[in-house]
Nanobody, 127 residues
Framework: QSRLVESGGGSLQPGGSLTLSCAASGFTLRGYGIAWFRQAPGKEREWVSSLSANGRNTNYADPVKGRFTISRDNDKSTAYLQMNALRHEDTTIYYC????????????????????WGQGTQVIVSS
C-alpha cells in the first residue's frame, strides 16, 4: 500500500528551527510532485510549499517565504521541509502530499491536486 509518513514535528520556542521529513512507503517518490500543507483544527488546509518532480520548480506561500525550504532526496524517497525562524502562527499540523504528473516541472498548490498524503506531524511554537 502506497502511503506517506511524516515525522520531525515537535515543540520549540519562537525563532527556532525544525526539519520535517516525509517518507514514501510502498512506492518511490521519484517522479512525484510533492507539497507541504498545514491545517489547524476546524480550519481549511493551507498550502505551504511545493516542489516539482524534477526539483527545478519550487513555490512558497507568502507567510513562509524566506523562512522555509522544501527539498527532496529521491534516493531515499523522502521529502523535507526545513523551517527556520518559527513563529507562534506556524503552530499546527503539517502534512505532505504527492502527485504523479506527466509534466516533470509541475507544481500544485491545492490539496485536490495531489493523490497521496500522510497522517501529519504536529508543530508547536510556544514561548
Amino acid at each position: 500500500q502506497s502511503r506517506l509518513v511524516e515525522s520531525g514535528g515537535g515543540s520549540l520556542q519562537p525563532g527556532g528551527s525544525l526539519t520535517l521529513s516525509c517518507a514514501a512507503s510502498g512506492f518511490t517518490l521519484r517522479g512525484y510532485g510533492i507539497a507541504w500543507f498545514r491545517q489547524a483544527p476546524g480550519k481549511e488546509r493551507e498550502w505551504v510549499s511545493s516542489l516539482s518532480a524534477n526539483g527545478r520548480n519550487t513555490n512558497y506561500a507568502d507567510p513562509v517565504k524566506g523562512r522555509f525550504t522544501i527539498s527532496r532526496d529521491n534516493d531515499k524517497s523522502t521529502a523535507y521541509l526545513q523551517m527556520n525562524a518559527l513563529r507562534h502562527e506556524d503552530t499546527t499540523i503539517y502534512y505532505c502530499e504527492a502527485a504523479w504528473k506527466t509534466a516533470a516541472d509541475w507544481v500544485g498548490t491545492t490539496p485536490e491536486a495531489y493523490d497521496l498524503w500522510g497522517q501529519g506531524t504536529q508543530v508547536i511554537v510556544s514561548s
